[in-house]
């Protein structure tokens, strides 16, 4: 009896925690998206299913927008994080927890500072733009800030460690011998790389690229303090219906939206390329 | 790995998911009905007011939350308060815009429960009109405020936004023009005009503030912000849509970072930031065809632990001997009129540099306008619930760029 119930009552503190904080809101949120009103007269529950169509009508090209800079950021984190995490893992021997702290050292300070100095690091006549400009290196009129490319490398720069650790983490357990094996086996290094260190790290990659894409994908933080008129993400706009306009059903909807299409996204790159393959090359 | 740990664990979580949905019905069940309306809390009788105050004595502490930069570093008038009233000031730099911070109380005042602060300063415009009709705010006790009675300025009494200010107390006002950076614009910057030169392209902010951004477009079309109509805020939005590629960011807080640094060239701008917080090479203008005027509001949460406190804070700042150093700091425009006398003996007994710059002070336009400056200056449109939905359907998406 005893043995049967531990596992629940193990998931009981988590479980009320989770209850409370996310599933209620949830379930408030999802009543809201369907209401009409405004914040001095109240809202009214209609089931008012247009606050959802309007939504994708008018801002569907930021959900576009949104994803697109998720996914680039999410390229980018894995290109930088990749070879990274490789060489955390396998050459940097005993001082591993130190470059691994090192990797993890900007978590120490808040999101938005990390993100408002860049402001410092990309002025238009800062440090590095205005040294460029100087050398006569870069036209006058040149600027990174308020571009695309500020806010993707904002956003790759603040979530790398969600793509490095998990790619770490696959390549560390990954079993010395394998890759001695592959060499008795006459595989070059290339031959190596392709056939066994990177089907045995997929787990990682995949586990990276949602714990990256997901949240870059819903940032509003990069694309407000680093971007400019045309880089406004979903994030955003859903950030000034609940703040600015009050308008509650919408910012509601418009959330449930974005988590729709992130749950599908998911859902289907783990279909298509995701835990089943994976495993099975785990398993290989 | 023998068998697929991922895709159980997908399971069970699913089937938990269900669960808490179900468990979460409650609560729909609970919002189902709708989120009550509560306005008309602008309509207080005085008998009501008096209500509110009966039974309420000082504490001994208040908390008080305020914008970035509005009193001095040193906290030097919060500490001489509590020299002189014994009072406690926990003082917090909360507020950076008046939608996010009224985002912030809604839920808690809306319920009825402390929002932690007793005082707090709200600008004139869409967010105050809300908290005075839904009756978040307290009813002030003006037998406690005699300093006020005696000492605001005429023109700070009874404004439109809250009637025999029945519920706040001017804070400071300030203007909304541009500013601009000496440094890469070499013409004189006078006219809102200047923001449509496409000579500046890239290098233009703007507030991304609506009723900020509106005011703006309607000074470019040439229509005046306090009368104006639906039509003119149709033609002022076709007019910023117009200036829209030629604009670096729709600024919300940190603009004046951007000027200094050069980011931007120009941009709209606050007056007292522009004085105090930008750097040298960066001027403030009133442009040729008006700017707009606001003021930040000191008033009491109804749920306020120590109004009584508040309203002793509120009543201190009125006067004139208290206001002046406050104002000398901030380099807004001051509710006080009083402190000009205050500063003027102050400059005549100092000496060397020290009375330069109060005299210049003293001189500065946007510290103490002249007639003719706040002929040209406009409020914010004062605007309904249906129409501030309308106003922020027309203006918002030029800001969000849809």
Redesign the interface.
């Known amino acids: 009896m005893r043995g049967r119930l531990a596992p629940y009552l193990m998931v009981l503190p988590g479980g009320l925690w989770l209850l409370a904080f996310f599933a209620v809101p949830l379930v408030l949120m999802a009543s809201f998206s369907l209401m009409t009103g405004n914040v001095v007269d109240g809202f009214d529950q209609v089931l008012r299913w247009r606050n959802y169509t309007e939504g994708l009508e008018l801002y569907g090209d930021k959900f576009v927008r949104s994803l697109w800079y998720g996914l680039l950021a999410t390229v980018a984190c894995l290109l930088l994080a990749y070879p990274a995490a490789a060489w955390i893992a396998f050459r940097a021997g005993r001082r591993k927890s130190v470059y691994l702290l090192l990797l993890l050292l900007p978590f120490f300070v808040s999101f938005v500072l990390r993100t408002v100095s860049w402001k410092f690091v990309l002025a238009d006549n800062g440090i590095v733009l205005g040294t460029l400009k100087g050398w006569g290196v870069l036209p006058d009129g040149f600027h990174v800030l308020g571009t695309t490319f500020a806010v993707v490398a904002g956003l790759t720069y603040n979530f790398l460690p969600f793509m490095a650790l998990p790619i770490y983490v696959a390549l560390e357990r990954l079993d010395p011998r394998m890759l001695e094996a592959a060499r008795d086996l006459y595989a070059s290094r290339a031959q190596t790389f392709l056939r066994v260190v990177l089907p045995l790290s997929l787990p990682g990659v995949f586990a990276g690229a949602i714990m990256t894409f997901v949240p870059a994908s819903a940032d509003y933080v990069n694309a407000e303090v680093l971007g400019g008129t045309e880089n406004v993400m979903i994030g955003n706009i859903i950030w000034t219906e609940y703040f600015v306009n009050n308008d509650y059903p919408t910012a509601s909807a418009l959330s449930f939206t974005l988590m729709a299409i992130l749950l599908a996204g998911v859902f289907l790159y783990a279909r298509a390329l995701g835990t089943e393959d994976v495993l099975e090359a785990a398993r290989r | 790995?023998k068998h697929?740990p991922?895709?159980r664990r997908?399971m069970t979580h699913r089937r938990?998911f269900l669960r808490?949905?179900g468990?979460?019905?409650l609560?729909?069940a609970a919002?189902?009905?709708?989120?009550?309306?509560?306005?008309g809390g602008e309509k207080v009788t005085a008998s009501e007011a008096a209500e509110f105050w009966r039974g309420k004595s000082q504490n001994g502490r208040l908390s008080w939350a305020n914008w970035v930069g509005y009193v001095e570093d040193d906290r030097a008038t919060l500490k001489n308060f509590t020299k002189a009233t014994g009072i406690e000031v926990d003082y917090k730099e909360v507020i950076n815009e008046t939608?996010?911070w009224?985002?912030k109380i809604?839920e808690p005042l809306r319920a009825g429960q402390s929002i932690g602060f007793d005082l707090m300063v709200i600008t004139n415009g869409i967010q105050l009109e809300?908290c005075r009709?839904?009756g978040y705010l307290a009813p002030l006790d003006h037998s406690r405020l005699p300093n006020f009675a005696a000492n605001v300025g005429a023109s700070f009494k009874d404004p439109a936004y809250d009637p025999g200010n029945t519920f706040t107390v001017p804070y400071m006002s300030g203007i909304t023009g541009i500013a601009y950076n000496t440094k890469y614009v070499k013409e004189p910057i006078t006219s809102w005009s200047d923001l449509l030169n496409p000579k500046y392209k890239?290098k233009i902010g703007m507030m991304g503030?609506?009723q900020e951004l509106g005011s703006a477009g309607m000074f470019l079309t040439g229509a005046d912000p306090e009368k104006s109509t639906p039509a003119d805020w149709e033609k002022a939005a076709a007019k910023l849509r117009e200036q829209?590629p030629l604009?670096?960011?729709?600024y919300f807080q940190?603009y004046i970072?951007a000027v200094t640094?050069?980011?931007v060239w120009l941009t709209m701008a606050w007056s007292g930031d522009a004085y105090s917080l930008a750097g040298p090479e960066v001027e403030f203008v009133i442009p040729e065809e008006g700017g707009t005027i606001w003021t930040d509001n000191l008033c009491i949460p109804r749920t306020a632990e120590n109004p009584v406190d508040a309203l002793k804070m509120i009543d201190y700042l009125c006067d004139p001997e208290v206001n002046a150093p406050l104002t000398e700091f901030v380099t807004y425009i001051t509710p006080v009129p009083g402190t000009k006398d205050v500063l003027r003996r102050k400059a005549d007994a100092a000496s060397g540099e020290e009375k330069a710059e109060l005299t210049e002070f003293l001189e500065n336009p946007l510290v103490y306008p002249a007639e003719a400056d706040l002929a040209r200056l406009r409020r914010y449109r004062t605007l309904s619930?249906e129409e501030k939905?309308q106003y922020?359907k027309i203006f918002?998406?030029i800001?969000?760029?849809?």
């Not at chain 2, 919002?31 to 306005?39: E, L, N, P, R, Y």
């Not at chain 2, 604009?247 to 729709?250: A, G």
């Not at chain 2, 800001?399 to 849809?402: A, C, E, F, H, T």
């Open positions: 790995m697929d991922l895709l997908g938990d808490l949905v468990l979460g019905g609560g729909l919002a189902a009905c709708g989120v009550g309306g509560q306005g939608s996010e009224f985002g809604n809300q009709r839904l890239g503030d609506s829209r604009v670096r960011k729709y940190d970072e640094k050069g980011d619930q939905e922020q918002t998406p800001v969000q760029d849809s």
